[in-house]
């Protein structure tokens, strides 16, 4: 992840050097890379740096590869491909991007192109499957998912409240990443869109716009699991943020640079270094300050074979670091509140170790202080007692018979 975040940043300033004069670009490329969203992800073990930068390069090969013949298609095709091993959504939320290089060429110039990112896919995709116990297992798990990520958090699925929480966590996820320079990444499309009002899909108006918007649109209507899949559009924004900075430096050079430089990296800087905002060193810190003190308790309070463990979003966390234990994870529906049972099985005790889920009544939990500000909460129960959830709501439904 750190990796991928430094490689986005010095790729950011390449590409930015197209459209603003060099030192605009370092300034784009050290504010990607300053923005407390970009910065966290760079810190933790999560995927989405290699997003971003898949996104990067897959644009460059792209925007290089448009109106230069098959050749350059199908290298452009070839890296395509081998990102998507990387990250599989690239396929669908770059897919315009890609049908925008091949747009010159016609239907039947494609046919070449098409068939180098098809065997591209095939480099990664013949050992997963292998490694997937098969064509069937593998293809049944993706299907699998793709059917429960569409009934449980699409539009088509759930309608409004979907859509409601799919632009909220989008708007607030990019707002994040890109603090100041959202306004200059506007303020840059419309720059380069200017002049090429009748031919958009052929300027570099409309090759940011197919970049960057179809993620955001696929976020809104399908399903944005996390804060950090906007990486797949952050660095062309902040390109698209160069390019509009570059027009206001050559009037006035050395003030926008320093604003710039300010505003748009020393500011995000001291946000995610000095402060308690959302993504900052201090909630990272407190975050694996927590994991780190409850583990600790349920190795010293709690034992393995009479124990279980309740999880949500944290199930493989504790698998990893508690292994001995038995960890159950529920997993709530966003919009549909039905009633789900769980049988504890041969327990004393059953460990509520995600902070999320709270008891139906308070009187059927205990709580203890792992450490100051630190909570662990804990249920004693008889071996078979069976627990009901409601929501993020859980209560003991039955004793043991």
């Known amino acids: 992840a750190a990796l991928a975040s430094a490689l986005g940043a010095a790729g950011i300033f390449l590409f930015a050097r197209r459209f603003a004069p060099a030192p605009v670009a370092l300034l784009a490329g050290a504010a990607y890379a300053a923005d407390p969203l970009v910065w966290q992800y760079s810190e933790i073990a999560y995927p989405y740096t ?3 930068l898949g996104s990067l390069v897959v644009a460059w090969a792209a925007y290089r590869a448009r109106g230069r013949g098959a050749g350059a298609a199908i290298v452009a095709s070839v890296a395509f491909g081998i990102a998507a091993g990387f990250r599989q959504d690239l396929l669908i939320l770059l897919a315009p991007l890609w049908l925008w290089s091949l747009r010159p060429l016609g239907i039947r110039g494609a046919i070449r192109p098409a068939l180098a990112l098809g065997a591209a896919c095939l480099l990664w995709l013949i050992p997963t499957v292998i490694l997937s116990d098969g064509v069937e297992a593998y293809a049944n798990a993706l299907l699998g998912q793709a059917a429960y990520v569409g009934q449980t958090y699409s ?13 909220a966590m989008t708007i607030w996820a990019a707002g994040w990443g890109l603090l100041l320079a959202a306004p200059l990444a506007v303020a840059g499309v419309a720059l380069l869109g200017r002049r090429a009002a009748r031919a958009l899909l052929d300027s570099d108006a409309g090759f940011f716009l197919v970049w960057c918007v179809p993620p955001l649109l696929i976020y809104v209507g399908l399903h944005i699991g996390d804060w950090g899949y906007v990486l797949s559009a952050l660095p062309g924004l902040y390109i698209v943020a160069a390019h509009a900075l570059g027009s206001l430096a050559r009037a006035r050079g050395r003030v926008v ?22 993504f900052s060193a201090s909630e990272i810190a407190a975050h694996d300050r927590g994991l780190q003190t409850r583990f600790a308790y349920v190795r010293d309070h709690f ?18 670091y508690l292994p ?21 099985g041969h327990v004393d005790q059953v460990v509520v170790f995600t902070p999320g889920l709270a008891p139906e009544q308070a009187a059927d ?12 909460v804990y249920l004693d129960v008889a071996p078979g007692t069976v627990l009901e959830f409601r929501g993020e709501r859980y209560a003991v439904a039955s004793p043991a018979p």
Not at 155 to 167: E, K, M, R, T, Y
Request: net charge positive; proline share 6%.
């Open 50 to 52: 290699v997003l971003g």
């Open 155 to 167: 539009i088509v699925g759930q309608g409004v409240p979907a859509l409601v929480a799919n632009v």
């Open 257 to 278: 640079i320093g604003a710039g430089w300010a505003g748009l990296v020393a500011a995000p800087a001291l946000l995610f270094a000095a402060s308690g905002a959302p």
């Open 303 to 320: 034992t393995a074979e009479r124990t279980l463990i309740l999880t949500r979003e944290d199930f493989l966390l504790v698998r990893y």
């Open 324 to 344: 001995d234990y038995h960890a159950r994870q529920h997993d709530p529906d966003p919009y549909v509140r039905t009633s789900r049972r769980m049988r504890a």
């Open 365 to 376: 939990v205990r709580h203890v202080a792992c450490a100051a500000g630190v909570e662990l």
